[in-house]
């Protein structure tokens, strides 16, 4: 595993020396940094193309990495322009290769001569890549007046009447902002009175009937009491339907266990109520416990 932790001599003093590298005279890039009064720095730079060294005339391939002087040559625009100077491997001879901005490429300035790879779109049947200016064709001032007559026209009657109603719409929302925002403020406290009402009438109802606090009540709302009338109705109907639907069959029973007793005539039925009433009274008068003789001696 790395070490992460620094040896601090006894005679290292933060405010005299700020860091390490003062203590010890180095810079934080090491070597890399040896010419950095001049304002190069070393740094590791790979060939964007294939090359012929000037001082051997052999061939570098494209991607051929080395460790390259780098220094600010000048700027287009903002852009900074820098230039690589490295060493060929196989000779004692240097080159240069700059940056270029304003195509987005690598330039051979000295010491080497790059291999044209380079192709043309043009010659292909495209178009050009880098061409920012273009090809000035023959200038036809019939055809610039015509422009310019359709554009003057294209301004006047569509550009500045939208630029004039986009003006007005801002000053219609923009001329008084404390009343806009007062009147936005007043309606949003109405709902929000609203709202806070709603939440207690329905905070109400789910303790007037048990119910759970995370159920959500319908809107007492036109629609939702129409809804509500209608499925009332609807289980009315079916309620009368399934109770119509048992008259038939209790009627029925009534009948089939009317007709399964036998018929008796009056006489009959008086001879038997008699005669239950007679054996019910015997039955009493059984049960009942003879008086005790010494009680009706005296």
Excluded at 9 to 29: C, F, I, M, T, V
Excluded at 41 to 50: A, G, S, V
Aim: aromatic share 8%; charged share 35%; proline share 5%.
């Amino acid at each position: 595993m790395q070490g992460f932790n620094k040896y601090y001599p006894p005679d290292y003093d933060p405010d005299k020396h700020e860091s390490l590298n003062a203590y010890r005279g180095k810079h934080a890039l090491g070597d890399r940094a040896r010419k950095l009064d001049k304002g190069i720095l070393i740094t590791r730079f790979e060939l964007p193309f294939n090359i012929w060294c000037g001082t051997c005339n052999n061939h570098i391939g494209m991607g051929v990495r080395y460790n390259a002087e780098k220094k600010k040559v000048g700027a287009y625009y903002s852009t900074p322009i820098y230039s690589f100077r490295c060493k060929c491997h196989l000779c004692d001879g240097w080159f240069e290769i700059q940056t270029d901005p304003k195509n987005t490429r690598y330039v051979v300035v000295s010491g080497a001569r790059q291999k044209d790879e380079d192709w043309d779109p043009e010659e292909n049947g495209g178009f050009a890549i880098h061409d920012t200016e273009g090809k000035a064709g023959i200038a036809d001032p019939l055809v610039a007046l015509e422009k310019t007559t359709e554009a003057q026209n294209h301004v006047a009657k569509v550009q500045i009447p939208r630029i004039e109603a986009l003006q007005g719409v801002s000053d219609h929302y923009n001329n008084d902002p404390y009343a806009l925002s007062s009147m936005v403020r007043k309606r949003f406290r109405a709902e929000k009175k609203i709202e806070a009402q709603k939440r207690a009438d329905d905070d109400t109802i789910k303790g007037k009937y048990g119910l759970p606090e995370e159920l959500k009540l319908v809107e007492d709302d036109a629609e939702a009491k129409h809804q509500a009338r209608d499925e009332w109705a609807r289980a009315r109907m079916d309620y009368e339907a399934e109770r119509n639907g048992k008259r038939p069959r209790l009627s029925i029973l009534s009948s089939s266990g009317s007709q399964s007793r036998p018929t008796l005539d009056p006489v009959s039925s008086l001879k038997a109520r008699i005669l239950d009433n007679t054996r019910r009274s015997s039955i009493l008068a059984s049960k009942r416990k003879p008086p005790d003789r010494r009680v009706l001696l005296k």
